[in-house]
Structures are given as structure tokens and as C-alpha cells.
């Protein structure tokens, strides 16, 4: 039995991480090409993609950028294929994609409940069966879902469709690791609860709302992005062969008490 260091090690693995150039996908590209992995990171920003590529090569890691549409099942495909022809296979998949308008449910207006269900599910739902199509053949694979401690809790206003979506990736999330044990890919989700990062910037500066939120925190702080590596990394290495099919609450106890 290998040392139990080893197992979180993900030397010679290849991670693909859409959405992973936003402020909790490059910590967490970041973290795994730490631990040995090469990662493809992809989005609608080749700019930022690039950026975040960069600073990892300079760190000594393995970095490509691969842009595109993840709710364009061909840009996802051809980002999966792009991860394969570099790096020579694709084991890990942490998908990141994701995102909110805020809006009262009574108004929320057709067009933008279409694109934030297809922001947050449709994306998940493409990337994973375009990493399956590439872990399959392997009969191996990590899969790492970026859900939300909204999945299973409401908040008071301006979330419907987020929340409906994240609910749902919950539920995908557990499909996709049913259907997929037997090809020996495991299939895992993170629901954080706020994280400091610009999507969410505009409501944590709001004293009212960030105090409101903090007082119901038992750990007494928001989330930071450097508070997921740890369970991402379990996750998505050896250390966590039999598990699948969870959702673990990064939320410093707020489902707790709820």
C-alpha cells in the first residue's frame, strides 16, 4: 500500500477544468498542477485562460490553454480533445462553469433563465460526457462537479433559476456516478457556500448582507477559494477511490444548524 501522501499526488494525471479561469477555477488549477497534474483550462475568455496557463508554466507546472462555449457541446468536445493531444489522456474533470442573474422569481424574465440553466446545467451535463467519452476507453476517471450550498438551500431573493440548476447538478452528479462506476470513474460534487470572489463582490460589500450572511456562519467568516483545495484535492486523487455519488457542503457549518 502506498504511503497515504502519495495517494493525494496526482503526478502524470491530466485535469481539464472548465471555467477555470474565474476566481475559483484558477486557484484550483493552481492546486493541482502543484500536486503534479497538467491542466487544460477552458472558457469564453481566451485571454484569461491564457493568463492563468502562464502563471502556472512559471510556477514550473503544466498548463494549456484550450477556450470555448461549454454550452456548445462542440467547443466542449474539441476542449476535451485538445487536453487529450497534449497531455496524451484526460483523467480529472473539474468542471466550474457556472454563474447567476438576479432577478425576483415573479419577473424572472425567459431568456435568462435559459441561460443560467444552461450556465450552470447544460455546461455541466456537456463537459462531463465529452471527459467521459475521453475516461471511458481509460476505465478510469475523476469527476468533480462545482455545485452550491444554494442546491439545497433558498435565499431570500433573486436565485430561481441558480438555485433550480444547482439542485439539479446535485442530481446529475449522482446519476452520472451510478452510470458511470462500472468504467471506474468516480463522480463527486463541492457545494461551497459563499466564496470571495468578483462574481459575488457587489453583495459581500453590502455590510447588511455580508453580516447578515456571516452571523449565520458558525465558523463566523464566508468562504475563501483556497478553502476548497483541500476537498477538491481529496476528490479528485486515490485517496478518494470509493467515493461517489456525494456532495460534500463546504459551507463552515451553515447547513448545520439550518
Not at 502556472?56 to 490553454?65: C, F, K, Q, T
Not at 447578515?212 to 463566523?220: D, M, Q, T
Not at 486523487?237 to 451553515?254: E, H, I, K, M, R
Request: glycine share 10%; proline share 4%; net charge neutral.
Amino acid at each position: 500500500m502506498a504511503a497515504p501522501e502519495a495517494r493525494f499526488r496526482l503526478d502524470g494525471r491530466v485535469a481539464w477544468l472548465p471555467g477555470g479561469a474565474g476566481g475559483i477555477g484558477a486557484v484550483l488549477a493552481a492546486a493541482l498542477a502543484a500536486q503534479g497534474a497538467a491542466v487544460v483550462l477552458t472558457g469564453r475568455n481566451a485571454g484569461r485562460c491564457q493568463a492563468v496557463a502562464e502563471a502556472i508554466r512559471r510556477e514550473g507546472g503544466r498548463a494549456l490553454s484550450a477556450p470555448g462555449d461549454m454550452t456548445r457541446a462542440a467547443d466542449a468536445r474539441a476542449a476535451a480533445s485538445a487536453a487529450r493531444e497534449a497531455f496524451g489522456g484526460l483523467d480529472i474533470l473539474v468542471q466550474c462553469v457556472g454563474g447567476n442573474a438576479r432577478h425576483a422569481a415573479e419577473a424572472y424574465p425567459e431568456d435568462e433563465w435559459d441561460h443560467i440553466l444552461a450556465l450552470n446545467l447544460k455546461a455541466t451535463h456537456l463537459t462531463c460526457q465529452a471527459a467521459a467519452a475521453v475516461m471511458i476507453p481509460r476505465r478510469y476517471g475523476r469527476i468533480l462537479n462545482i455545485s452550491s450550498v444554494r442546491s439545497l438551500l433558498g435565499i431570500r431573493q433573486g436565485y430561481a433559476a441558480y438555485c433550480a440548476a444547482k439542485a439539479a447538478v446535485n442530481g446529475l452528479t449522482r446519476q452520472l456516478a451510478t452510470e458511470w462506476a462500472v468504467h471506474g470513474i468516480t463522480v463527486n460534487a463541492l457545494a461551497p457556500t459563499f466564496i470571495r470572489t468578483e462574481l459575488v463582490a457587489d453583495m459581500l460589500s453590502d455590510p447588511a448582507f455580508y453580516n447578515a450572511l456571516v452571523a449565520r456562519i458558525p465558523l463566523g467568516r464566508i468562504g475563501e477559494p483556497e478553502d476548497l483545495v483541500g476537498p477538491a484535492l481529496l476528490l479528485c486523487s486515490d485517496a478518494a477511490a470509493f467515493v461517489t455519488g456525494q456532495v460534500l457542503l463546504v459551507d463552515g457549518g451553515l447547513t448545520a444548524c439550518q
